[in-house]
Nanobody, 124 residues
Framework: QVQLVESGGGSVQAGGSLRLSCAASGYSYRSNCMGWFRQAPGKEREGVAAIYTGDGSTYYADSVKGRFTISQDYAKNTVYLQMNSLKPEDTAMYYC?????????????????WGQGTQVTVSS
């Protein structure tokens, strides 16, 4: 059974940093793409960053390029999202997801399995 467990959310002031973690289990970790998504109240879920776990290729939404970094730890089957220079508009529920993504891996519909989410709140 595929399981994704996020952690690391919280409240921070603008300009601060947080690191989110997503521990994966129940499937062959290196066979899928791992993505981070976020959803703010009243808005659609959007892709933030993704990593092809096999070769380490990374992708970022334009809104977070240069501020967020996705990385992974093979030994722990865990993906991280380091978020720096946080802005109030980064406030959202953050989800990790996994799927056998073939193209640009920032589309919600490409992912089959989702974590429960972790809240990130950035105050001005």
């Amino acid at each position: 059974q595929v399981q994704l467990v996020e952690s690391g959310g919280g409240s921070v002031q603008a300009g601060g940093s947080l690191r989110l973690s997503c521990a994966a289990s129940g499937y062959s970790y290196r066979s899928n793409c791992m993505g981070w998504f976020r959803q703010a109240p009243g808005k659609e879920r959007e892709g933030v960053a993704a990593i092809y776990t096999g070769d380490g290729s990374t992708y970022y939404a334009d809104s977070v390029k240069g501020r967020f970094t996705i990385s992974q730890d093979y030994a722990k089957n865990t993906v991280y999202l380091q978020m720096n220079s946080l802005k109030p508009e980064d406030t959202a529920m953050y989800y990790c997801a996994t799927g056998a993504v073939a193209g640009t891996p920032l589309e919600v519909y490409d992912y089959n399995y989702w974590g429960q989410g972790t809240q990130v709140t950035v105050s001005s």
